[in-house]
């Protein structure tokens, strides 16, 4: 796993797109549906790759195309929306 660890709005969701155009196989999961609807309309050809972090169990579940991998925009209001709570710290292994 690789963590692009950047300020606000320095690029990590462009180079996530780039990445993800890279990558057949890859889908996005997004902080909210606002913010995945915003992407799906500047990126219209990965539209049916991006999706809120709430609705992919449904999404993963009705795909059609094989799903290979997930990469996760702003990880830090996705995981702290899970647990409705501000995470603090984490650990992760390098692999």
Same mark, same amino acid.
């Not at 993800?20 to 996005?28: D, H, I, K, L, S």
């Not at 059609?64 to 702003?74: C, S």
């Given at each position: 796993m690789k963590v692009d660890y950047s300020p606000r709005r320095s690029g990590k969701t462009t180079r996530l797109i780039e990445y993800?155009?890279?990558?057949?196989?890859?889908?996005?999961l997004t902080f909210n549906y606002n913010m995945a609807m915003i992407l799906k309309g500047e990126y219209p050809d990965l539209a049916d790759r991006i999706v809120d972090?709430?609705?992919?169990t449904p999404f993963i579940n009705s795909s059609?195309?094989? #799903?290979?991998?997930?990469? #996760?925009?702003?990880a830090d209001?996705? #995981?702290s929306q899970l647990f409705k709570l501000p995470v603090t710290r984490i650990s992760m292994s390098e692999e």
């Open positions: 993800m155009r890279a990558t057949p196989g890859a889908v996005m972090w709430k609705s992919y059609v195309r094989p #799903i290979k991998e997930v990469v #996760i925009d702003n209001l996705v #995981i």
